[in-house]
């Protein structure tokens, strides 16, 4: 079953009234976990940094990122009392860590045993293996990235699942990590990658859902898409594509203030996109060609079999003019014509029976 994430990142605005308004939505749309974004300013970005493109758009370029993101802090005392009221109406509580204080805030506060490790931070090697040496099963975001990139990422998750944290990090023990059996064995149970275009909105061109194959085939790995586009499509396309994990912004009114809100869904897009999902995970079914129970019903009515357009009298000749094929699919398969044409009939036929000997 896909798992389905409604990415409520940091459209909260740093309201806690619309970040528990966006859990609500999330159960009601039928997500299976909601997801928010965790850190501090101070540890996450310098105060000369500029905004994204995609920030400015939407947000304008009169302030520094710095000061964007001070406004879209989700407090860790708020942090709590969001967890217990997803559990309380049953959707699981996820956010993404952007510094390392807040992702042991996540672990040893909350204790999360799911993280997510976002596309910007794919690089950050340190960064990585601290979330490595949680323990706890990754997501791994791969937009910006090449598979070299991922590869490396790799090896370094691999290394701090199998190492202590006396352990010393280098390049060759990353590879080392990555090529053993148990290196290996640690990230088929621990990680799911995402296929991921790091541009909001992105555009259709710029998609590439063959990605998901080329990330499976190259790595053995799980793979979703974290998606960005317009609309609903591409998630539900991604799913027919063999993605296991789909995530996609959410906002309850697109028109907020924020550099998300218009590259996310509303509500009611929301609960449309849940339901595509779910339809094509159930269309997609087995993989085994042969006739569904629904078919077997139909086969007699759809299909053919020999029947006498003539008067067939016992001792003659079926001939071609005289034998022929058409609905139903009861008596002799049609794939049988060429062994009666010359034969002796062994029965008496009027016109429009079906064949039976």
Not at 23 to 43: P, R
Not at 49 to 69: P, V
Not at 98 to 116: A, I, P
Not at 276 to 290: F, H, P
Request: aromatic share 6%; hydrophobic share 40%.
């Amino acid at each position: 079953m896909t798992l389905v994430i409604a990415e409520a990142g940091v459209n909260h605005n740093g309201d806690p009234k619309i970040a528990f308004a966006l859990i609500d939505e999330a159960k009601k749309a039928g997500a299976d976990i909601v997801k928010f974004q965790t850190f501090k300013t101070e540890n996450l970005v310098i105060e000369s940094a500029n905004k994204a493109s995609y920030q400015i758009s939407n947000g304008g370029q009169d302030e520094s990122q710095a000061n964007m993101l001070r406004k879209l802090e989700l407090p860790y005392s708020l942090h709590q009392d969001l967890l217990s009221h997803c559990e309380k109406i049953g959707i699981q509580f996820l956010s993404t860590a952007f510094d390392s204080e807040s992702l042991e805030f996540l672990v040893n506060d909350l204790g999360l045993k799911l993280l997510k490790i976002p596309s910007g931070e794919l690089t950050n090697a340190p960064f990585v293996l601290e979330h490595a040496r949680t323990g706890c099963s990754l997501i791994v975001s791969t937009g910006m990235a090449s598979l070299a990139e991922i590869e490396f990422a790799l090896g370094v998750i691999a290394f701090g699942y199998l190492s202590d944290a006396a352990a010393k990090p280098s390049v060759e023990e990353f590879q080392l990590a990555y090529s053993s059996e148990r290196g290996q064995a640690a990230l088929h149970k621990n990680v799911t990658l995402l296929h991921c275009t790091s541009e909001y909105p992105t555009p259709l061109g710029s998609v590439n859902l063959n990605v998901i194959k080329t990330l499976e085939q190259a790595f053995g790995l799980p793979v979703g898409y974290s998606d960005h586009t317009e609309g609903i499509a591409i998630s539900i396309a991604a799913v027919a594509k063999g993605s296991v994990v789909i995530e996609k912004h959410f906002t309850l009114d697109k028109q907020m203030e924020g550099p998300d809100h218009k590259s996310s869904l509303e509500p009611d897009e929301l609960r449309a996109m849940v339901s595509g999902v779910r339809a094509v995970e159930l269309a997609l079914g087995s993989a085994i060609k042969a006739p569904s129970a629904s078919e077997v019903e139909n086969k007699v009515a759809i299909r053919k079999s020999l029947v006498a357009v003539r008067d067939i009298e016992s001792g003659d000749l079926f001939t071609p003019e005289n034998l022929a094929i058409k609905r139903p699919g009861s008596g002799i398969a049609p794939q049988e014509y060429w062994r009666f044409i010359g034969s002796v009939s062994q029965q008496q036929y009027r016109a429009g029976d079906i064949i039976i000997e």
